[in-house]
Structure formats: structure tokens, C-alpha cells
């Protein structure tokens, strides 16, 4: 059984430009969540997506979007990218309907904004 | 709504000391409460979980945490310290019910173990 993986694993951007981050979810799991967790932070929800429809977003501008596949992986798309921006972006996965599962994390994919 | 506080930032023992990480929270329903860990230039990883069962939990690595009600807190204990036990830890909080399972993190404590 594999777990959750991400990619790239880094990535180095200018101010205005746009990203896209990958997940794939752990085998049999159908809920993925992003989270932004900053230098010294603790994550940050974004949003989460459950069968291909998203299913509850944080405090976060529309310019961050995301897309779920039919086979469960998932895309964080950023739009107009920010110094602020620059995080190390989570992705996680669960098994089972929202509010009953325990989510697994990937490595992240540490996004530096320039 | 949901939060957490995680008490210093920064806590430091000897090896084969007593770890003791605090985490309160506060939900407006009854919450389920999870302990991550992440070791630098890593992800998280789940150490434990409380979802209403016993409120006494044992988790990987030899850790252990008690849900307590009545004080709103769930902290986190291992007997004996270890040096391989450095790293950044996570207090979180979803809600049992509603329609999504977003955690909330505290903002973690960050634990060193002396030789």
C-alpha cells in the first residue's frame, strides 16, 4: 500500500506567476485536503475535496483552486503567486465521508516565491 | 468554531526525562483530537488520535495522551525521552460531525532532547 505523495518536492517561482502542486491520495482513499503551513507555523486549512466536488474551503483568496481526479489524486492550482505564498503546501488523505476519518499527510512540496 | 493552543514553543528535556506537550482546544462540539508529528523537511505523521472511545490513548513511539473534558485538554506524554524524539509536534482538533474533517493545528511546540 502506498502512501500519499507529492510533487514536485520544490519549487522556485516569481511574484505574478502561477504553480501547480500534485497529490497523489493513499490507495482507497476518496477525501484529499490541502493545508499551507508557513515558516513556523502550524498547517493552514485550504480546501478539502470529497468525490471530485470540493467540500469545505479555509480563509483563502478564489486565486488558490484545486481539482480532484476520478482516481482520488488531486491539484493545487495558485494563481497570481505572492511573496506570502512561499509555504510548504500539505496534502492529505482520508477514507470514508467527511468528518469521520483520520487524514494522512504527504511530504509537502516547499514553494519558494521570489 | 474550533481551535487550539499549544502552550511555549519550545520545550527541552534530557534523555530519558519525562516529555510533557500541552495542547487545550476549543469546539463547539464534540471534537476529535489528534497528535502529529513532523521531523524537518518532512511531512506530518500521525502519532495518535482521540475519537470518543477511551480517553486514555496510546499512540506510536511510546507516547500516550488523555482526553480530559472538563479541563479542554488533550496532552501529550511519553515516560522516557529520546534523542530520535526531536522533532516539531502538532496538536489538532476537527469536529466529529459537519460536513467536512479540516483539522485545526495549534501552532506546535518544538521539542529537544539533551544527551
Known amino acids: 500500500e502506498t502512501g500519499v505523495t507529492q510533487s514536485p518536492t520544490h519549487l522556485i517561482k516569481t511574484r505574478g506567476q502561477q504553480v501547480t502542486l500534485r497529490c497523489s491520495s493513499q490507495?482507497?482513499?476518496?477525501?484529499v485536503s490541502w493545508y499551507q503551513q508557513a515558516l513556523g507555523q502550524g498547517p493552514q486549512f485550504i480546501f478539502q475535496?470529497?468525490?471530485?466536488?470540493?467540500?469545505g474551503r479555509g480563509n483563502f483568496p478564489p486565486r488558490f483552486s484545486g481539482l480532484q481526479f476520478p482516481n482520488y489524486s488531486s491539484e493545487l492550482n495558485v494563481n497570481a503567486l505572492e511573496l506570502d505564498d512561499s509555504a510548504l503546501y500539505l496534502c492529505?488523505?482520508?477514507?470514508?465521508?467527511?468528518?469521520?476519518?483520520?487524514?494522512?499527510f504527504g511530504p509537502g512540496t516547499r514553494l519558494l516565491v521570489l | 468554531a474550533q481551535s487550539v493552543t499549544q502552550l511555549g514553543s519550545h520545550v527541552s528535556v534530557s534523555e530519558g526525562a519525562l516529555v510533557l506537550l500541552r495542547c487545550n482546544y476549543s469546539?463547539?462540539?464534540?471534537?476529535?483530537l489528534f497528535w502529529y508529528v513532523q521531523y524537518p523537511n518532512q511531512g506530518l505523521q500521525l502519532l495518535l488520535k482521540?475519537?470518543?472511545?477511551?480517553?486514555l490513548v496510546k499512540g506510536i513511539n511510546g507516547f500516550e495522551a488523555e482526553f480530559k473534558k472538563s479541563e479542554t485538554s488533550f496532552h501529550l506524554t511519553k515516560p522516557s525521552a529520546h534523542m530520535s524524539d526531536a522533532a516539531e509536534y502538532f496538536c489538532?482538533?476537527?469536529?466529529?460531525?459537519?460536513?467536512?474533517?479540516?483539522?485545526?493545528f495549534g501552532k506546535g511546540i518544538t521539542l529537544s532532547v539533551r544527551p
Open positions: 490507495s482507497g482513499h476518496n477525501t
Open positions: 475535496y470529497y468525490r471530485e466536488e470540493e467540500n
Open positions: 482521540y475519537t470518543s472511545a477511551a480517553t
Open positions: 469546539s463547539s462540539v464534540p471534537p476529535y
Open positions: 492529505a488523505s482520508s477514507l470514508g465521508g467527511p468528518g469521520t476519518e483520520t487524514q494522512y
Open positions: 489538532a482538533v476537527s469536529e466529529s460531525s459537519g460536513a467536512n474533517s479540516k483539522l485545526t
